[in-house]
């Protein structure tokens, strides 16, 4: 089955409101929710997800906050969460103790787009012993030599990125972005989730069929400010799939 993955941004409109953030989307129905962190430079992010960071950093959030209050409501989420982050939050909160408050928050895993292979070794040392797997990324641009070497000993799941670029609304996908899943896929033992402009039920469906999961992110985020009713719509049904 395909599973289905939703991201937002913590702290878009209050941290007040992350609770029901969170039970928003457990409701309709997703397998794992991505938690994003708000950061000044997401390298990675599109306009969407910038705009909502900003909106998050105007009422003060930080990963502080944000763990601490995952902390007092994790025993009323039912799904896994993960974080999605850079890196510069979590140096400036401590090594030690962000992987001692994020095992605290029941975190599943942690995404640091901006940390690669190479230097994930002191980020490795703080949470061996914790459950918080380090999600990796693959892209289209990906060398099989370098694929080899990211899904040695992955944990959790590999984020399949389908663009050459940023988060936000893609108008279509080629067949390269379905082989390039295909070949991810048949090449790991971890399951293979695609991410990256994924906005409707058709274009998660599609790209589902050659992953292991969707993962919705801008669209999530645009409906929790003008349409929360059509979050749901949005979110497949168990035989379908979800996404950023």
Known sequence: MIKRLSRYMAGDGGLDKLAFQIKTLEEAGVDLIEIGIPFS????????????????????????????KLTEIKDEINVPYVLMTYYNPVFNYGLGQFAKDADAANISGIIVPDVPLEEEAELKTVLKGSDIAIIRLATLTTSD???????????????????????????????????????????????????????????????????????????????????????????????AV???
């Open 145 to 239: 030599d370098r694929l080899k070497e990211l899904l040695d000993e992955a944990e959790g799941f590999i984020y399949a990125v389908t663009v050459n670029g940023v988060t936000g609304k893609q108008a279509g996908y080629s067949q390269e972005v379905f082989d390039n899943l295909s070949r991810i896929k048949n090449k790991s033992k971890v399951p293979v989730c695609a991410g990256f402009g994924i906005n409707s039920r058709d274009a998660a469906a599609a790209l589902g069929e050659h992953c292991d999961g969707v993962i919705v992110g801008s669209a999530i985020v645009e409906m929790f400010n003008n349409a929360e009713d059509n979050i749901k719509k949005l979110i497949p049904k168990k035989n």
């Open 41 to 68: 430079d997401p390298a990675a992010d599109g306009p969407v997800i910038q705009r909502a960071g900003l909106r998050a950093l105007e009422h003060n959030v930080s990963l502080r906050d944000i763990l601490q």
């Open 242 to 244: 979800h996404a950023k």
